[in-house]
């Protein structure tokens, strides 16, 4: 039986934290307080089952942490869940669905519709010396909130903001000559996302980014200059995950994002 997930849910995750991933129970947490958010769980014989979220943004729709226990899998229940989630966005008027598929799941999701857009590059950690002083790299600030939404929905076709406003204020950004922003960088949402209009300003804040923290870094595999300069940054690439969509086109602008949100978030 699907059931909403609540908060008095989140301390019986750990039997399902998948290996390799990381932690699940603060995904959890986030989904099961954010307005946008729909996390719903399977039960079986009293124990979590199988579990997942839909993530709501604007006329789109992501499903993502969608992990079955292991001793439990092989039965539909990732299936099931998928469809649940599938049918909750669209009664929400989200036409057109996204997810970041494992090798596991990647069946699963083919079956029900979805087909690969692209590829995600995942490049091995690394954190370099502090980037050096850019006088075109500054802090964000208040003002600038419009502009940095405005190239997220530019470079995603999605409607982002419930999600990214909450991080401004801790962010980063490239400007013009305008003093207008033409790239962000977010440390501390999720794996830190870098939104940039173009190379140079790509270029300066995946920099900036590896300057501030060790994390992997991760883009969709169509961004050549991106590729390129994490290959000139000495960053390894160690494999890759498909993007898949369902009911409608991809709007992503490949070449405008330096580093993913998370997988849950695209």
């Known amino acids: 039986m699907m059931e909403p997930m609540t908060t008095a849910d989140l301390d019986r995750l750990a039997l399902l934290q998948p290996e390799g991933w990381s932690d699940i129970v603060p995904y959890f947490r986030f989904y099961t307080s954010a307005a946008f958010c729909r996390p719903v769980k399977m039960e079986r014989d009293g124990t979590l089952a199988a579990v997942g979220t839909a993530i709501l943004n604007g006329a789109t729709g992501w499903l993502a942490h969608i992990i079955v226990a292991s001793d439990q899998r092989r039965q539909g229940f990732g299936e099931a869940v998928t469809q649940h989630l599938i049918d909750a966005v669209e009664e929400a008027g989200r036409p057109v669905q996204l997810l970041i598929a494992t090798d596991l799941g990647k069946p699963v999701y083919e079956r ?7 590829e995600y590059a995942f490049h091995a950690p690394r954190q370099l010396a502090p980037a050096p002083e850019c006088g075109w790299v500054r802090r964000l600030i208040a003002a600038d909130r419009d502009a940095v939404l405005e ?12 999600m990214l406003e909450p991080h401004l204020a801790d962010g980063w950004a490239t400007v013009d000559h305008h003093g207008k922003p033409n790239g962000f960088l977010l440390p501390h949402l999720a794996e830190a996302p870098v939104v940039a209009a ?7 804040l995946l920099r900036l980014r590896l300057g501030l923290s060790a994390e992997k870094v991760v883009m969709p595999s169509r961004n050549e200059d991106g590729l390129a300069y994490a290959a000139e940054l000495g960053l390894e690439a160690k494999s890759t995950a498909a993007r898949m969509v369902r009911g409608g086109g991809d709007s992503l602008r490949h070449h405008l994002i330096y580093n993913r949100v998370g997988g849950h978030f695209g």
């Open 112 to 118: 029900l519709g979805f087909t690969t857009s692209c």
């Open 198 to 204: 173009d190379p140079e300003a790509g270029r300066a």
């Open 151 to 162: 190239l997220d929905r530019e470079a995603t076709g999605e409607d982002r903001s419930a």
